[in-house]
């Protein structure tokens, strides 16, 4: 049994890497407002030009954007607009239906929040510190809560014969997720069925 769990947590582990790499080549929208340059991406140099917009991978979008040479033109997300999905999520819940989630949803708001630490560790200003703390506290407690009920319902799905219109609402980390889940039940069905046939 102990080599199964651990065989369970390097597909957990290896789930997880594949979602993050996706995430980090995803590309994005950026502004660049550093010097005119060129960057090899992806089998080819592009021309960087101050003042103007480029798609680039994520990963390469926050190196610019670390360097003070670009603005990624993602809008942050809003406690509220979670909140606003997990009340939708919850009201919904015996249903085999979902809000859509854009992208990769959760990852982008890692990345806001982690952000959001940093910056927080950098204020002087004692009552912007505590504002900056609870938009955390309440942007993580709420995407917990918004990724707690959508769990129970991908739970619920891994059991059922669904149709793409479902799954089309997931975002990117649930559908990877969801993947795993569906195929360890279906090799673990097969197994079982197979057995019984030949008794």
């Known amino acids: 049994m102990l080599e199964l769990t651990g065989l ?38 592009v021309e960087l030009v101050k003042g103007a917009e480029y798609t680039l ?17 993602e809008a942050p ?8 999905l997990q009340f939708n999520e919850s009201r919904s ?7 859509k989630l854009q992208g990769y949803f959760y990852s982008r708001i890692r990345d806001q929040v982690s952000s959001m630490f940093r910056s927080y560790k950098e204020i002087n200003d004692l009552s912007k510190a505590h504002q900056v703390l609870q938009s955390i506290t309440k942007l993580s407690t709420a995407t917990r809560d918004l990724y707690k009920t959508r769990l129970t ?14 799954l089309a609402n997931l ?3 649930e559908k990877q997720l969801y993947s ?6 279906d090799l673990y069905n097969s197994m079982v069925f197979e057995v019984e046939k030949h008794e």
């Open 8 to 45: 369970l947590e390097l597909i957990g582990l290896l789930g997880v890497r594949v979602i993050e790499r996706d995430y980090e080549e995803e590309e994005v929208k950026v502004a660049y407002m550093g010097p005119s340059t060129s960057l090899f991406v992806e089998d080819d140099f």
């Open 171 to 173: 975002s990117e980390e």
């Open 180 to 185: 795993i889940l569906r195929t360890i039940l």
């Open 93 to 99: 819940r015996g249903q085999l239906k979902f809000e």
């Open 57 to 73: 991978p994520r990963w390469l979008a926050k190196f610019l954007s670390e360097k003070g040479v670009a603005r990624i033109q």
């Open 77 to 84: 997300v809003e406690e509220t607009m979670v909140a606003r």
């Open 153 to 166: 319902k991908i739970l619920n799905i891994v059991t059922s014969e669904i149709g793409p219109d479902v």
